[in-house]
């Protein structure tokens, strides 16, 4: 049985590109939420897609948008990346309870 | 503004002995408190949780504990095994459904 996968599991850009990650839920979830993880920090709610629609969004500027694919499915793209941007990234999908994939590593030069 | 501290950055443990971390929260709505572990390279793994009608969850030899009027929880491992050694993240939910208030992390050790 499959968990939340995530990719890729790392990636590097420099700053004012910009980058999309993607993320797959357990089969059966319909709800997928992104967070960032800076170093020495916890996890910060970002997004969360519930039957395709935007159910939620945390303290994040607009250059962090999100989208659900029908198959619930999502990516989250950020752009114009600073070198704040460095963090992992951690998708997680629910139904009672939040599971985890393994993150993007992304690091901003 | 964190509203999810878990004051200890560490902490170490002999295995068999009893482990205990930390969490305090500044939001009196949060209503449900989860402990996740997290080992380098993988993502969060759910733990254990408790509602705020709650003061006490027990599953095997994880126990959360809930003081609501001093808005403090904690999470007790007995016995601590080595195979325990990982950051242990407190987080809280204000019924949103989705909004997960997460703590800096509590890395523990257990030593042989």
């Known amino acids: 049985d499959a968990g939340v996968t995530q990719s890729p599991t790392h990636l590097i850009k420099t700053r004012g590109q910009h980058v999309t990650l993607r993320c797959s839920p357990i089969?059966?979830?319909?709800?997928v939420s992104w967070y960032q993880q800076v170093l020495g920090q916890g996890p910060q709610f970002i997004f969360q897609?519930?039957?395709?629609?935007?159910?939620g969004r945390g303290n994040f500027p607009d250059r962090f948008s999100a989208r659900q694919f029908p198959n619930y499915s999502s990516e989250l793209n950020v752009n114009a990346l600073l070198l704040g941007d460095s963090a992992l990234y951690l998708c997680?999908?629910?139904?009672?309870?939040?599971?985890f994939g393994p993150g993007t590593r992304l690091t901003v030069l | 503004d964190q509203q999810v501290k878990q004051n200890s950055p560490s902490l170490s443990v002999q295995e068999g002995r009893i482990s205990i971390l930390n969490c305090d929260y500044t939001?009196?709505?949060?209503?449900?408190f989860l402990w996740y572990k997290k080992y380098p390279a993988e993502g969060p793994t759910f733990l254990i949780s408790?509602?705020?009608?709650?003061d006490k969850n027990e599953d095997g030899r994880f126990t959360v504990f809930l003081n609501k009027s001093a808005k403090h929880l904690s999470l007790h491992i007995v016995p601590s095994q080595p195979g325990d050694s990982a950051v242990y993240f407190c987080?809280?939910?204000?019924?949103?459904?989705?909004?997960?208030?997460f703590g800096k992390g509590t890395s523990l050790l257990v030593t042989p």
């Open positions: 089969s059966g979830h319909k709800s």
């Open positions: 987080a809280a939910d204000e019924n949103s459904g989705y909004a997960l208030n």
């Open positions: 939001n009196s709505m949060f209503d449900y």
């Open positions: 408790i509602s705020s009608i709650k």
């Open positions: 897609y519930y039957e395709k629609e935007e159910r």
């Open positions: 997680a999908s629910e139904d009672f309870e939040q599971f």
